[in-house]
């Protein structure tokens, strides 16, 4: 038999590479050169090294486009905006009818939450590429941190136009339209969207809080399985189907899917209640108590958490305990202060839209 040779010995890293490509150009007068030097170091990591590089050029050349972008590219990826954001103005500066740097100075200014600004500098990228739906995925975001969904609806509706089967677009409408209260709107867009690709996990995952909140927690539990079946770490679905198998009165299955979730991500207040209530559904009083004590504990300012633990100390036949755990609940009640969110209260929060909730 022949022996096989290890070849993996004889063949280069990409830092042999990269330390080779420098010992020869590193003095190199060549401003492309240096500026594909400085792309490939920026690529490698090497953020600092790359940015030396592509002043090198810009010292030669102070008008070499590609310096300046790839400089702001190096200088975003180091978390400099403010330094980046010049760059991307000089490159602007140099060839204005290239809609890159724009859209870069849009997502900057966004970030600084300088929004007037940042839909300038998108219009501007949109004016020199019109079909660049990217820079209307950042323009939406944008409308939704002001609170003006409505807009964002608008933009979505312009990005639909030109690319009509994005189900990310859709998808985007959907939890818009759901956190607006249009619940069944929504479900159209989800479906549209699944249509076009049926293992978009969001639209099934946010089709079943569209479910559970209608109080139709059968098919809840079917579009919170099918998000699993796609991606088995979706927690939201996962913390779904918990809930909507303890609203369907399935308290075994419950309990194991909220043993599940406290296993992988350790213990909550969510997961205190969720469990509290499967026992008291089993009748397991004791058990049940001890959880909602734990929930408590962890959250005490919870009304839910007062009140379901009212209700179980009256089926546990302890009348003035239960008095007092419901004059709590309605103490927290009247402060208006809930923190920990339980996840049936607050499905609102699922969509994430700043602005609207």
């Not at 953020?47 to 008008?63: C, G, M, S, T, Y």
């Not at 099934?204 to 809080?209: C, I, L, N, P, R």
């Amino acid at each position: 038999m022949k022996k096989r040779t290890k070849t993996s010995r004889e063949l280069p890293t990409v830092d042999d590479i990269l330390l080779r490509f420098e010992q020869e150009f590193a003095d190199s007068a060549n401003i492309e050169t240096i500026a594909v030097l400085g792309t490939t170091l920026g690529r490698s990591g090497r953020l600092d090294e790359a940015i030396q590089q592509f002043d090198r050029v810009i010292e030669i050349d102070p008008n070499f486009w590609d310096a300046w972008f790839n400089k702001g590219v190096a200088l975003i990826n180091k978390k400099e905006d403010a330094r980046a954001l010049e760059c991307f103005q000089m490159a602007a500066s140099i060839d204005p009818d290239i809609s890159s740097p724009w859209l870069k100075m849009g997502e900057i200014h966004k970030r600084m939450h300088n929004f007037n600004r940042a839909v300038e500098c998108l219009d501007r990228c949109r004016a020199i590429d019109p079909e660049n739906t990217y820079a209307l995925g950042v323009k939406l975001e944008i409308f939704l941190e002001k609170g003006e969904p409505e807009t964002a609806l608008q933009v979505i509706d312009k990005a639909l136009e030109i690319e009509p089967e994005d189900s990310g677009f859709i998808v985007r409408k959907g939890e818009i339209l759901s956190a607006l209260g249009r619940h069944d709107q929504a479900l159209s867009c989800f479906d549209e969207a699944l249509k076009i690709s049926p293992e978009v996990t969001i639209a099934w995952y946010s089709k079943g809080a569209i479910h559970f909140q209608k109080g139709l927690y059968d098919e809840a539990l079917q579009c919170f399985e099918t998000a699993i079946k796609i991606d088995g770490e979706y927690y939201d679905a996962s913390r779904g189907k918990a809930f909507a198998l303890l609203a369907l009165e399935r308290y075994h299955p419950a309990l194991k899917e909220f043993q599940l979730l406290t296993k992988r991500h350790s213990e909550s207040f969510e997961f205190s209640m969720g469990k509290g209530l499967a026992q008291m559904g089993l009748r397991r009083y004791p058990e049940a108590l001890k959880f909602l004590d734990r929930a408590i504990r962890l959250c005490p300012d919870n009304a839910d958490a007062w009140q379901e633990k009212g209700r179980l100390l009256q089926k546990m036949g302890r009348e003035e305990e239960a008095k007092s755990a419901f004059a709590e609940a309605q103490r927290e009640k009247a402060a208006g202060e809930r923190s920990c969110p339980y996840w049936p209260n607050d499905l609102a929060q699922i969509q994430h839209l700043d602005g609207i909730n």
